[in-house]
């Protein structure tokens, strides 16, 4: 009995086997040159960052100072930890109530997992002198403290802690942390 | 003998067929890179790798009638997708160490989230999975999905953001919140 398997017929027949063998030896040169994987990056504690944009400040410090000053207030975030807040407040000037432009420099850290805001620089309408400043931006100031801390920690619910904070030019970049370990 | 013979070249020619149809497949592809991070977001959450395995790897992961699979690590692959390394546990009781499934994590149209299989990595090979049906593996990683979506949207409720962009980053996976 002749075997057909034989020349081009046998060849043929083995080429399906031969593309399944491929895969598998596609599959042993892959297993067999994998190298180690390269070093990790340091554990972070299973902490994680929040950025929070600079219209996303800007709209919730806005709302948190309604009631202080009836203005849109401009966020820019600069490195350093350091946030400036632009926006207009009602002065009296003899007797007359005018829309004035004011700004503040402020540091941001974190105290005891709370968001901490300290006046570095305040830029008042001309003609304002100390006494201004604890009138005008000292209640913005106390506000928007109080207010930020409370927005983020909802944000964060009860499972994550705030443990840290920095900033980039467009973003203030909260670290926290699930129960607060650090 | 001839017919031995003729066999032989027959699975030699196959093999070098599909190896090299694999190899090219491997090199050619630059698949297209729809994730980019939404123009108007608001805040990002930036999770890292470490974060990702401890939350998503402490368990092995059931697959219906495939075993389990172990995650070991999550790694950032071409577009922003995640490649996710494990030892696989069949039901046959044989394991296969470093295995790795690269995935596409999208903002889905009906759920929140989408999780869609790109490219099986055989060690440090990968064999692309463009040609399966898009739902092949959908089994396995729709309830993954459901419960990330799931817990993000429960997370997100009282604060009016929404899940508007996933991005694999070099360090992990950063979810892009806009308003709602």
């Known amino acids: 009995m002749q075997d057909d398997r034989t020349g081009a017929l046998g060849c043929g027949c083995a080429l399906l086997p031969g593309l399944i063998l491929g895969v598998i030896i596609y599959g042993v040169v892959g297993f067999g040159t994998a190298s180690a994987p390269p070093p990790a990056s340091p554990p972070t504690d299973g902490s994680m960052q929040v950025a929070l944009s600079e219209p996303y400040l800007s709209e919730v410090i806005s709302q948190m100072l309604r009631q202080e000053a009836e203005t849109e207030w401009r966020v820019n975030v600069q490195p350093g930890e350091v946030v400036q807040l632009q926006g207009q407040v009602a002065v009296t000037v003899f007797g007359r109530e005018l829309s004035a432009p004011v700004g503040m420099k402020l540091g941001v850290g974190v105290e005891a997992g709370r968001l901490r805001l300290t006046l570095l620089e305040a830029q008042l309408p001309s003609g304002s002198d100390a006494s201004s400043i604890s009138a005008l931006v000292n209640p913005l100031l106390v506000q928007a403290d109080r207010q930020l801390d409370a927005e983020v920690a909802r944000f964060l619910g009860n499972d994550w802690a705030l443990v840290g904070v920095r900033s980039t030019d467009a973003e203030l970049i909260l670290l926290v942390s699930r129960g607060g370990a650090s | 003998m001839r017919g031995c013979g003729s066999v032989l070249l027959g699975l030699l020619i196959g093999a070098a067929l599909s190896f090299a149809a694999l190899a090219v497949l491997a090199l050619a592809i630059v698949p297209a890179c729809p994730q980019s991070p939404p123009a108007d977001w608001r805040v990002r959450l930036d999770v890292p790798r470490d974060l990702l395995l401890r939350e998503a790897g402490a368990q092995p ?72 049906p898009r739902d092949w593996a959908q089994p396995y990683l729709r309830p993954i999905a459901d419960e990330m979506g799931g817990a993000l949207d429960r997370e997100l409720g009282p604060s009016g953001l929404r899940l508007c962009g996933v991005v694999g980053s070099a360090d992990g996976l950063s979810a892009y919140l806009c308003d709602r």
């Open chain 2, 61 to 132: 992961l059931s697959l219906p009638g495939a075993g389990t699979f172990a995650m070991t690590d999550v790694r950032s692959g071409r577009c922003g997708h995640l490649i996710v390394r494990g030892d696989w546990h069949t039901p046959g009781d044989w394991s296969l160490s470093n295995v790795g499934i690269e995935l596409a994590v999208e903002l889905g149209s009906g759920a929140l989230l989408d999780i869609t299989q790109e490219s099986l990595w055989l060690g440090r090979l990968p064999l692309p999975l463009g040609w399966l």
